[in-house]
């Protein structure tokens, strides 16, 4: 299985500033036919299921604010929030869909700080 | 708009089967799409169990493949998941979720999950 590691595990940001979520992948996760990386970025708050916000580790899920962007190739990305709200306190995720079984990363939580 | 709803017993003996359900409204299980269950135990992170595609085809994660069977009933717009031989460590938040059929293996609607305990 393909191994996905997040860094950090926690992270505290002040409201207003950016906040930058790694994910690495222990194969790369880049299709050559199509240049695609099978990356996607989830929130999810307290109680609730995971919300898709990134696909393609580029590509924004309908109806996200645009202050989350998603970046990164091969084996190595990274989720940006560039200016952090109040309602983005939440864990993070990342997944893989290049190699079956899909895998997530552990998780990061983004507290205020 | 998409709806998912899971529902199933909260409570499952070891040894035992547990067996969810997914109820699916505003949107039909046959269009071109998979339906994929995914499980995250209190605290931890999200395993993929499987999904099946609208065809009837599944596909299971190898690490759970021998205890698991995802069905759909078309005239219930309803899709299943059968989870034998459970232990302690199948105790999670079980999620249904859609994956459409033009794009790769991730979730743009999710249920909002149905916490299963494994205890005696």
């Known amino acids: 299985d393909i191994v996905m590691t997040q860094s950090p595990d926690s992270l505290a940001v002040s409201l207003g500033e950016r906040a930058t979520i790694n994910c690495k992948s222990s194969q790369s996760v880049l299709y050559s036919s199509n240049n695609e990386n099978y990356l996607a970025w989830y929130q999810q708050k307290p109680g609730q299921p995971p919300k898709l916000l990134i696909y393609?580790?580029?590509t924004r899920e309908s109806g996200v604010p645009d202050r989350f962007s998603g970046s990164g190739s091969g084996t190595d990305f990274t989720l940006t929030i560039s200016r952090l709200q109040a309602e983005d306190v939440a864990v993070y995720y990342c997944?893989?869909?290049?190699?079956?079984?899909?895998?997530f990363g552990q998780g990061t939580k983004l507290e205020i700080k | 708009q998409v709806q998912l709803q899971e529902s199933g017993p909260g409570l499952v003996k070891p040894s035992e089967t547990l067996s969810l359900t997914c109820a699916v409204s505003g949107y039909s299980i046959s269009s071109d799409c998979y339906w994929g269950w995914i499980r995250q135990p209190p605290g931890k992170g999200l395993e993929w169990i499987g999904n099946i595609y609208h065809s009837g085809t599944t596909y299971y994660n190898p690490s759970l493949k021998s205890r698991v069977a995802i069905s759909a009933d078309t005239s219930k717009n309803q899709v299943s998941l059968r989870l034998s031989s459970v232990t302690a460590a199948d105790t999670a938040v079980y999620y249904c979720?859609?994956?459409?059929?033009?794009?790769?293996?991730?979730?743009?609607?999710w249920g909002r999950g149905t916490l299963v305990t494994v205890s005696s």
């Open positions: 979720a859609r994956r459409t059929a033009v794009a790769g293996n991730f979730f743009d609607y």
């Open positions: 997944q893989q869909y290049h190699t079956a079984p899909a895998t």
């Open positions: 393609w580790a580029s």
